[in-house]
């Protein structure tokens, strides 16, 4: 918004240098009738005023927003340390308030309205916090009153926050607002302080409960995703191991059948098939293993050197 109304001042002001120089012209050379402008004098009037007609509709709207909006003031409002951490005792801290530590709110909402204003919860959030923390609230401002809000809070760590108070009110459009007021650490004090008159209203649609609750859903969530991918990192971990194993121990057991297998080879037996070295059917040195359930064969006889006998055949035949 602020980039468009640079634009528009920039043409405003370039149109308006234009037309001062065309009406000097006019001037200098005696004639000054509207019926014989050109028709960029007419576009160039057009853009004018059509421009200060939209500036005048935002200023307007602006005023009618800011009217809508409940009148809500914050007084007499400071966050003290009430506990310090690890009995810390009286140590001065520096520039930022110690994590970790139980504090008490203490603030007085003033209604400026001629209606009520119904306290919805409250919200403080300091720079040393990832989400805000949220106390609910459920006091009712009176039209033109003011009621004392005092509330515990625990851990709130950094020099510097903003406190946001949720409002809920019957009129106008948004029925729902939040009134922040910027906060600031006083080591000599130990406590937080309001800075009331820098206060804000704004409309919202979501509390800060709900942002909290979002929040931790994300959480959650994260947490039960890298649970799972854990999980799952370990079961393939333990099956490569049990993998890993029996590979080993067919590389230990390969080299005994394969000199079981050579043995036979040797003494002249090839086995079909050997279930293992410590099995019934394993090859033993000296003795001819039984292949697919056959019966035993009797060894052949061994030949013996007998003389060979001579045959005679008559001369006259």
Known sequence: MLRFLELAWEALRGSATQLVEWLNGLAAAGTFDPRGWPVAVWVVLAAVATILVLLAVVRVSRRGSARRLPEMMISHGEIVLVDEPGGAGDVMYDMAAPSQAGHRLSLTLSNLNPWPVQLLELAVRTRGLRQPVVAEAGSVVPPNGAVDVVVDLYDLPGEVGVVELFLYSNRGGRRT?????????????????????????????????????????????????????????????????ELTKKVREKRTAAPDKRVAVLAGERMGVTPRRLRGVDGENAYTPGVKPQMNGDPPKSPLPEPQNEPRQRLDFPDEF
């Open 177 to 241: 607002f939040k009134l922040s007021a910027p906060l600031e650490w006083e080591p000599w004090d130990k406590r937080f302080r309001i800075r009331p008159l820098s206060a804000r209203v704004a409309p919202v649609r979501k509390l800060a409960s709900q942002e909290k609750r979002r929040i931790e859903r994300r959480s959650y969530e994260s947490a039960k995703r890298r649970e799972r991918q854990k999980e799952f990192a370990e079961a393939a971990w333990r099956r490569a191991e």
